[in-house]
């Protein structure tokens, strides 16, 4: 007789966002721009900064904090920490190294998951699959992202767009949280030139006065236009997909939490979908796109405000570069 499959939980979120705020007023300092361009354009009106010293297993070290309290874990109880970022504190070791040594988690193995912006979604979707199949009673899932720090702030289409700041949930295998029911995984590696970080990578290292020059160590985002329409496509493809075989329609579920990378993509794949706003975690304005951790801090946020309650579905969504895009369903 086939044992019967694990179910995972969601035991616990926690996020943290950095005490420096970059307002857009504080962005048309730097550039020839202004507070409603970048509104009307991104939907941003204020970004966080990261402190001088911190990296990106400390913001992921006070959002797992606070989701660790919330499940009554400590760092000894924990098996695995999958850390989503593309922001790591150093290429060798991983920010998951960095974050274990921080939580003091000696028992957990830790390893990083570079996705872009889907990168909290494919954690959760690996770390899922390694419940499952080896076992593992308590994981941590963190997201964090030092995006700051990797723009060209002359670059006037792409820097208004990116903040700092880290998400985290406590996986467990213990009925009571919040159940992750299916988690689909995409990919498009011919797409991936159309958002590049290219400095730091094989292909240009090591560093030089010409590549720094060249600005190939910050982010680049080439056919925006294009990118838009492939975006708002695959968000609500994703979707579909999330509740596709499950027995349920759009209709039932509660919120889509997404990626915010711009409040006219979320808008425009919400419409595409005949989904209202009420239906949609937005908080784009405040923070700003920040990559693999806007999934789950928008999570954090719409949990502990209490929007969603008990028995209710959610679907995590998100579309990054790599290409990379995906959904999690979760039963509240």
């Known amino acids: 007789m086939e044992s019967e499959v694990k179910r995972i939980f969601i035991k616990s979120t926690g996020s943290y966002l950095p005490e ?18 970048i509104k009307t354009r991104t939907g ?4 966080r900064r990261a402190l001088p010293d911190q990296a990106a ?38 920010g998951a190294n960095w974050l274990e040594a921080k939580l003091g988690a000696a028992r957990a193995v830790s390893f990083d998951v570079t996705a872009a912006c889907s990168g909290f979604i494919f954690g959760l979707s690996v770390a899922e699959k390694f419940m499952k199949v080896d076992g593992q009673r308590y994981v941590l899932v963190a997201a964090s992202e030092v995006m700051t720090r990797v723009q060209d702030w002359t ?17 467990s ?21 159309t958002l590049l970080m290219p400095g730091g990578g094989s292909a240009t290292t090591p560093i030089t006065h010409e590549s720094v020059d060249e600005k190939r160590h910050t982010l680049k985002m080439l ?9 708002v496509n695959r968000f609500a493809e994703s979707c579909l997909e999330a509740v596709e075989g499950q027995g349920i329609s ?10 915010q990378a711009n409040l006219r993509i979320i808008q ?65």
């Open 44 to 47: 941003v009106e204020e970004r």
């Open 173 to 193: 295998t213990e009925p009571g949280g919040h159940e992750v029911v299916a988690t689909h995984l995409h990919t498009d590696g011919e797409g991936g030139k």
């Open 223 to 231: 056919r925006g236009n294009e990118s838009f329409r492939v975006a």
């Open 57 to 94: 297993s400390d913001l992921a070290l006070e959002a797992s904090k606070k989701a660790m309290k919330e499940a009554g874990v400590t760092a000894e109880d924990l098996d695995l920490i999958v850390m989503a970022t593309i922001t790591p504190d150093t290429h060798c070791p991983a």
């Open 250 to 259: 759009l209709s039932d579920v509660k919120l889509i939490i997404p990626h």
């Open 155 to 171: 670059d006037r289409k792409n820097c208004i767009l990116w903040g700092d700041g880290a998400g985290a949930v406590v996986l």
């Open 268 to 332: 425009a794949f919400a419409k595409k979908l005949g989904v209202s706003m009420e239906r949609v975690v937005v908080n784009i304005n405040k923070y700003g796109n920040i990559s693999s951790a806007t999934v789950p801090i928008a999570l954090d946020e719409a949990a502990h405000s209490g929007r969603i309650e008990k028995g209710e579905w959610v679907i995590l969504v998100a579309f990054g570069g790599g290409l990379t895009w995906g959904s999690a369903l979760i039963r509240w």
């Open 20 to 37: 420096g705020v970059i307002t857009n007023q504080d962005v048309a300092k730097l550039i020839h721009t202004s507070d409603e361009w």
